[in-house]
T-cell receptor, first 108, second 114 residues
Framework: GIQVEQSPPDLILQEGANSTLRCNFS?????LQWFHQNPWGQLINLFY???GTKQNGRLSATTVATERYSLLYISSSQTTDSGVYFC??????????FGKGTSLLVTP | EAQVTQNPRYLITVTGKKLTVTCSQN?????MSWYRQDPGLGLRQIYY???????DKGDVPEGYKVSRKEKRNFPLILESPSPNQTSLYFC?????????????FGQGTRLTVV
């Protein structure tokens, strides 16, 4: 099956810092999404981004489908950004394949 | 507001006592799915449904049942729960255009089986 690798696995930032999270995938995909799992366990949709670039406030994402990777940028990080960030892809068919996530801790 | 609603959010039950976790979506999505999330194993698909009365197994279907009698609802049934089904469960829905498109997830149900 398709492999989804996220890096780094863990990240600690001071409030106000910027970061880049990476998602590599092993095959062409129809769908790529970024999620934030907050400390209460909820999965929050960040971006649906099979290709191209999108921005939403301090967050932006870029997917280069031909090179099989996606990047999530977090600027001016806040403590509320803490949690686990997941990349999930769909090749063709009926399931999303999730990466193992990047665990982010933003300290005051 | 477009949303996927799961209930209950938290549940503690005993081995063998049948339970149902409900899932409802208000986006008229054809596709719905259940996942479980476990430490070290990530999110894995249990069952999915392409439309009313159309369901199929995902990667880890053993011990679970589902039904899709209405488009908006997709309940997950554990007929005889066991401790290894202690997990965080998510319901998801999306449009389906040859493959899953943007998926929306419910708030999660944290299940403990003792």
């Amino acid at each position: 099956g398709i492999q989804v690798e996220q890096s780094p696995p863990d990240l600690i930032l001071q409030e106000g810092a910027n970061s880049t999270l990476r998602c590599n995938f092993s095959d062409s995909v129809n769908n790529l999404q970024w999620f934030h799992q907050n400390p209460w366990g909820q999965l929050i949709n960040l971006f649906y981004i099979p290709s191209g670039t999108k921005q939403n406030g301090r967050l932006s994402a870029t997917t280069v489908a031909t090179e099989r990777y996606s990047l999530l940028y977090i600027s001016s990080s806040q403590t509320t950004d803490s949690g686990v960030y997941f990349c999930a892809v769909n090749l063709s068919g009926y399931a999303l394949n999730f990466g193992k996530g990047t665990s982010l801790l933003v300290t005051p | 507001e477009a949303q996927v609603t799961q209930n209950p959010r938290y549940l503690i039950t005993v081995t063998g006592k049948k339970l149902t976790v409900t899932c409802s979506q208000n986006m008229n999505h054809e596709y719905m799915s259940w996942y479980r999330q476990d430490p070290g194993l990530g999110l894995r698909q249990i069952y999915y449904s392409m439309n009313v009365e159309v369901t199929d197994k995902g990667d880890v279907p053993e011990g679970y049942k589902v039904s899709r009698k209405e488009k908006r609802n997709f309940p997950l049934i554990l007929e005889s729960p066991s401790p290894n089904q202690t997990s965080l469960y998510f319901c998801a829905s999306s449009l389906f255009k040859g493959s899953v498109t943007e998926a929306f997830f419910g708030q999660g149900t944290r299940l403990t089986v003792v």
